[in-house]
């Protein structure tokens, strides 16, 4: 087996005294495909955002690429300096369920800004790098447009572009369709598939069953802010062992698969 | 009934002028000043940190609360003694008011960065930019634009308010027209003009204000996604 | 170096400053009541849609909006005498000139609050019979103040703050008072210091209670009805 590229041991978030994740383990090998499903308020969100650390793990240890993040503080917490976070962040791209994309930049200038800000890349490099982002999702046609004048298939397309622009090695997905009319759901899907066949490493959250079916190598079904149960897609979508598995997956199979 | 004569006012009309100069020119002071001071009132309350925080809120609160009047007293019969040092009417007016004003516009910029969705803050942290690069490349352009027909009015009141420093013999439009008053013993048609310009002028500033509202309104870059 | 201050001769006129004190209230308390009355008036006329009552409502909210405070003071303290067959009083000028500032300012305060009353409770009243007039009593208004109160509130701050001007004609309140002692004992930096802090101590609780008041009504607001 190879050297995990995130590594999660006993993981727990709680926000005041509500417990939201509990004891989280999870080791994500090169190349995989991960969806994670579960009811809304299960954690999934939550769960995704500790691994960019836009929220900050209550316990538990998250290694990436083999190196431990964070350092231990008092009282046991790790703590983590700014630095190690926006270098991690580099490596972890987040695509958000509402988009997020900056209203005061044209779809061009989001994908550059990240490149520029952040790497320091000139600004030739940087425009010719996101261009070809653009083209990727199919959006070079429109890289003057600001977000307001796009469809919301397009701005996520574009986000999507924006995390791409930085070499992630791990990619982020929190619902990125939820937000989309269901006519548009497809050209997304479209593009993340595109980056599955290139054998990227991905974390998606989704409600999207069959696409979940078709593309992950894995399915975690969260529940109560636990894994309650994982395994390959075949095991978790088609055969699932737990009865809470069972009836969520029941409820949703109404409208998708 | 009472005769106007506008003559002995037209007469003084170089005064007028040179008044109206001046009231601008300590308008313009305090907002070069008040502006960026503002900012940085505004972004060390936001900063979280109790040293920087704690100060910077008693500025605002304490600026914002008492009369700007009192404080003008203050900082040109009083600064003066205490620090050892000549105070012109024009440099206490100039202190008071770019101090007075920044405490102002710093409510004016925490309100604006506070409006920016959370999911800016997080899209620009998570693409790996630190908290002051996300603060001046992505949330502060937007904030700014949401900012402006506050920051007009702010500017406005601005003008206003400098009349007080007429009080500190400052030859300020309204001082001139004090003193033209008592010079002709005219101070209905006197005092009548110098309403009127302040109101054409502050008028003609609140149109283009308004103007370039519906300018930033119309553009293409809106604030919605 | 070092200045030495002493707060014993503040103290030893604490009389006169609290005489002063009492002129504050006072000119404070006849402007609040006319203000807000008068504002309350030409609120309601610029809401009307008839011609007649909203075009001079119109045209005072913006006069008395674009020109500054003590210009319409100083107008009323010198101006005014020379139309009139009777002697203005400082206080007169003074209350007149903060009046009707405050009326022009708290009227767009009214009308805001009033339009942002939805239709539907216009309707719900007038199917139940009830005049214009009677629906505006018993269903818009009391819905609207409450709407209003910051804003108000904030209005009575700014009232409060305005009544120092009155010292510019003379007008016996705190600040003018203040300026009388400063120039018998040579002691600016204590009077002034003691004044401004009197007016935070007194004002702040206030300014915070504006704050809860928008805070609470934000909290209304997002929970809808
Ligand atoms: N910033 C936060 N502060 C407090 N509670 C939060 C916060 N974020 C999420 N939660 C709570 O954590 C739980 C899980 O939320 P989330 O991870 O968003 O669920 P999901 O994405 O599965 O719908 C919910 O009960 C939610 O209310
Ligand atoms: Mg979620």
Redesign the pocket.
């Known amino acids: 087996m190879t050297q995990p590229l995130l590594n999660i041991t006993g993981l727990h978030k709680s ?1 005041g005294t ?1 417990q ?1 994740l509990r004891n989280i383990d999870l080791a994500v090998q090169p190349g995989e495909r991960i969806a994670i499903l ?1 009811a ?7 769960f995704l955002r500790c691994l960019n650390f836009m929220e900050t793990p209550s316990a538990g240890s998250i290694e990436l690429g083999g190196r431990m993040l964070g350092s231990e503080g008092r009282n046991g917490a790790r703590v983590y300096a700014e630095k190690e976070l926006t270098q991690l962040r580099q490596r972890v791209g987040m695509v958000f369920q509402q988009f997020n994309l900056f209203p005061h930049m044209t779809a061009i200038g989001n994908v550059m800004e990240g490149l520029r800000t952040v790497k320091g890349v000139a600004p030739a490099a940087a425009r010719e790098r996101a261009m070809a982002e653009l083209s990727r999702v199919g959006l070079a046609d429109h890289a003057e447009q600001y977000p307001a004048r796009l469809s919301g298939g397009q701005k996520q397309r574009v986000a999507i572009a924006r995390a791409l622009a930085m070499d992630p090695e791990l990619l982020l997905f929190d619902e990125p369709t939820s937000a989309l009319d269901p006519e548009l759901v497809g050209e997304v899907l479209g593009v993340i598939r595109s980056l599955a066949e290139e054998g990227r490493t991905m974390l998606l959250v989704t409600h999207e069953l069959g696409f979940a079916y078709h593309v992950a190598t894995r399915v975690l079904f969260i529940a109560d802010g636990e894994i309650h149960e994982a395994g390959t897609p075949d095991e978790v979508v088609k055969h699932p062992q737990r009865e809470r598995t069972r009836a969520f997956l029941a409820r949703h199979r109404e409208f998708s698969l | 009934m009472y005769r106007w004569d506008f003559a002995p006012v037209l007469a003084n009309a170089d005064l007028l002028l040179q008044g109206l100069v001046n009231t601008l020119a300590v308008t313009g002071t305090a907002l070069a000043f008040g502006i960026p001071l503002g900012l940085a009132l505004a972004l060390a309350r936001l900063s979280g940190r109790r040293l920087l925080a704690w100060p910077a809120g008693f500025v605002i609160e304490f600026f914002r609360t008492t009369p700007p009047l009192v404080q003008l007293f203050w900082f040109f019969f009083a600064l003066p003694v205490l620090i050892r040092v000549e105070m012109t009417p024009f440099m206490a007016s100039a202190l008071t008011f770019s101090i007075q004003s920044s405490a102002f516009f710093a409510e004016v910029f925490r309100g604006g960065i506070v409006s920016v969705e959370r999911g800016q803050w997080e899209a620009s942290r998570a693409l790996g930019m630190t908290p002051s690069q996300s603060m001046r490349r992505i949330i502060l352009p937007q904030a700014v634009k949401r900012m402006i027909p506050a920051f007009m009015e702010r500017a406005i009141e601005l003008m206003k308010t400098t009349t007080l420093v007429a009080i500190v013999s400052y030859a300020d439009l309204l001082y001139q027209a004090n003193e033209i008053a008592q010079k002709t013993f005219r101070p209905l048609e006197v005092f009548t003009v110098v309403a009127g310009i302040y109101f054409v002028v502050i008028l003609m500033i609140s149109l283009l204000a308004r103007r370039l509202e519906r300018r930033l309104a119309v553009s293409g870059e809106s604030t919605v996604h | 170096m070092g200045y030495q201050w002493n707060f014993a001769p503040v103290f030893e006129h604490a009389d006169a400053l609290l005489y002063g004190a009492v002129g504050t209230l006072r000119i404070f308390a006849i402007c609040l009541v006319l203000g807000l009355s008068f504002g309350l008036v030409v609120g309601l006329m610029r809401y009307s849609r008839r011609r007649l009552l909203n075009w001079p409502a119109t045209a005072f909210v913006e006069f008395f909006r674009n020109t500054p405070v003590l210009v319409q003071i100083l107008w009323f303290y010198f101006a005014l005498p020379m139309l009139v067959p009777f002697e203005i009083s400082p206080l007169m000028a003074a209350a007149l000139g903060i009046s009707l500032n405050s009326a022009a300012f708290s009227a767009e305060i009214f009308r805001g609050g009033i339009q942002s009353i939805e239709p539907g409770q216009w309707e719900a009243s007038r199917a139940l019979g009830m005049t214009g007039l009677q629906a505006m009593r018993r269903i818009i208004l009391p819905q609207a103040i409450r709407r209003m109160l910051p804003a108000l509130t904030n209005r009575a701050i700014e009232i409060f703050k305005m009544s120092t001007l009155a010292s510019a004609v003379a007008y016996v309140e705190l600040l003018q008072q203040g300026k009388l002692i400063a120039s018998l004992n040579f002691n600016p930096i204590e009077v002034y210091t003691v004044i401004a802090l009197a007016f935070f101590l007194f004002l702040y609780p206030l300014v915070r209670a504006t704050y809860a008041l928008e805070r609470q009504m934000a909290r209304s607001d997002s929970g809808g009805d």
């Open positions: 926000f509500q939201v579960g809304s308020g299960s954690g999934k969100s939550t």
